[in-house]
């Protein structure tokens, strides 16, 4: 019995230790570390621009000192970001235009309620295609006292027609996050010929809001003065602009990618995301990605302040899971 015991153990550990991150690290507060990751963003961009928006994508436990929805506030994370965003709190956790789970959908809500409550702004993207499910999504998202959009296609490719008009359409002025009613996430630019054509279709919306990458997919920059561009909505009004910008993965079709890194190479750089191709985890408290990401003039962040934009939207900042 104690040597069916001491092989099953064996067994065990071997397949732990397979499936485990060579990188996973010990000693270090991985919440905390990314916690002070996205503090020093939001610090580094408002030295720039104090009304610069800072908001961090997921990972909403961190609002939270210990991660329990009913433990003490964050206070420096919460006061370094005007909003959280949130994927899948409706529709779209499980598989996409299918309701999130009650208990999913409330261990979330404990923790976005918690921000909001701090004074933060919450925007949520639902992923759901059945026209229902998308006005269900914006009525309970309304309810919540959330701002959201319901998203046709998980990849962010298009403008849905649906609803038509779009829900809280105003020709406002926005000044501030706290100022919308509504949102457009488009970071995928793949459909449009030219960034004329982008332009052109957007500034074509109400939207009092934009999510957008910083590069159009030919890996040119938007400018200063297209960015300008995009902040008119048709009926007169303007809109606020702000960048989409991964800091928990690097991605092996940006400017920073170098020939010849692999998993493992350079130090930092993890396993490829299986689930999004060209995609990699990284060591997120280490100096040199954070150096990529920001605090110098060669930096991402640094490209996004010198184009315009009104402020970035942080996503994988729920990597800790993956090192937890």
């Known amino acids: 019995m104690n040597r069916i015991i001491f ?56 609002i939270s000192v210990n991660g329990e929805a009913d433990g003490p506030l964050s ?13 899948d709190l409706f529709y779209g956790y ?59 296609h998980r990849e962010l490719d298009n403008i849905p027609d649906h609803p038509n008009p779009i829900t809280g359409e105003n020709d406002r002025s926005i000044h501030t996050l706290a100022d919308i009613s509504n949102f457009l996430y488009l970071i995928n630019p793949e459909h449009y010929s030219s960034k004329a054509a982008f332009i052109h279709t957007v500034t074509a919306t109400n939207y009092d809001l934009l999510i957008m990458d910083l590069f159009f997919h030919d890996n040119t920059l938007f400018s200063a003065d297209e960015i300008e561009q995009l902040r008119s909505k048709t009926n007169g009004g303007k809109r606020l602009v702000v960048c989409y910008m991964s800091i928990g993965e690097a991605e092996d079709y940006r400017y920073y990618w170098q020939a010849g890194w692999s998993s493992g190479n350079p130090s930092w750089l993890g396993t490829e995301n299986p689930d999004w191709e ?13 150096g990529i990401i920001f605090g110098n003039d060669d930096s991402y962040l640094k490209k996004i302040i010198n184009s315009g934009f009104d402020g970035v939207y942080l996503d994988i900042i729920d990597a800790f899971e993956y090192y937890e």
């Open 94 to 152: 499980k598989h996409d235009d299918q309701e999130t789970p009650v208990n999913d959908n409330q261990y979330l809500r404990s923790f976005l309620d918690k921000s909001k409550i701090a004074g933060n702004i919450i925007l949520v993207t639902d992923y759901c295609s059945t026209h229902s499910k998308m006005d269900h999504s914006y009525t309970q998202n309304h309810n919540a006292g959330y701002i959201s959009f319901a998203a046709d």
């Open 278 to 290: 060209g995609n990699y985890k990284v060591k997120y408290w280490e100096k040199e990605w954070q």
């Open 7 to 62: 092989l099953l153990l064996t067994i065990l550990i071997v397949s732990c230790n397979k499936n485990s991150d060579p990188g996973t690290p010990s000693g270090i507060d991985l919440r905390q570390e990314m916690r002070d990751f996205v503090t020093g963003i939001s610090a580094y961009a408002r030295s720039y621009d104090s009304n610069f928006i800072v908001i961090p994508q997921n990972g909403i436990e961190l």
């Open 75 to 87: 206070t420096a994370y919460a006061q370094a970001v005007d909003g959280h965003g949130q994927e």
